[in-house]
Nanobody, 126 residues
Framework: QVQLVESGGGLVQAGGSLRLSCIAS????????MGWFRQAPGKDREFVAA????????NYADSVKGRFTISRDNAKNTVYLQMNSLKPEDTAVYYC???????????????????WGQGTQVTVSS
């Protein structure tokens, strides 16, 4: 139903910045909340950020608050994650996720999101 294609991952030194992009297919993007999650080796997937339908409301994990910014452009079916002041502990595979159609949920629960991207690797060197 929905396909998510991510880009923008890579290798960056501590203190640097990256911007991740996620392009969604389908006709339901404007009525779908979007989120970013990450998974480090040997750890569970964890919530990073999420955003409401029109982008007026956002939600962040405490670990990234003040450093990361989630945004969306509904005309382009795209959600972004701007990552600044990166730390080695930010190293992980980052996943884009879409909530179920018509749901206003933009919290941290993984099972409230129906669709997932393939993931993109972010590596922060010290």
């Amino acid at each position: 139903q929905v396909q998510l294609v991510e880009s923008g991952g890579g290798l960056v030194q501590a203190g640097g910045s990256l911007r991740l992009s996620c392009i969604a297919s389908g006709r339901t993007f404007s009525r779908t909340t979007m989120g970013w999650f990450r998974q480090a080796p040997g750890k569970d997937r964890e919530f990073v950020a999420a955003i409401s339908w029109r982008g007026s409301s956002t939600n962040y994990a405490d670990s990234v608050k003040g450093r990361f910014t989630i945004s969306r452009d509904n005309a382009k079916n795209t959600v972004y994650l701007q990552m600044n002041s990166l730390k080695p502990e930010d190293t992980a595979v980052y996943y884009c996720a879409a909530g179920r159609f018509g749901s206003s949920y933009y919290g941290p629960q993984l099972d409230r999101y129906d669709y997932w991207g393939q993931g993109t690797q972010v590596t922060v060197s010290s």
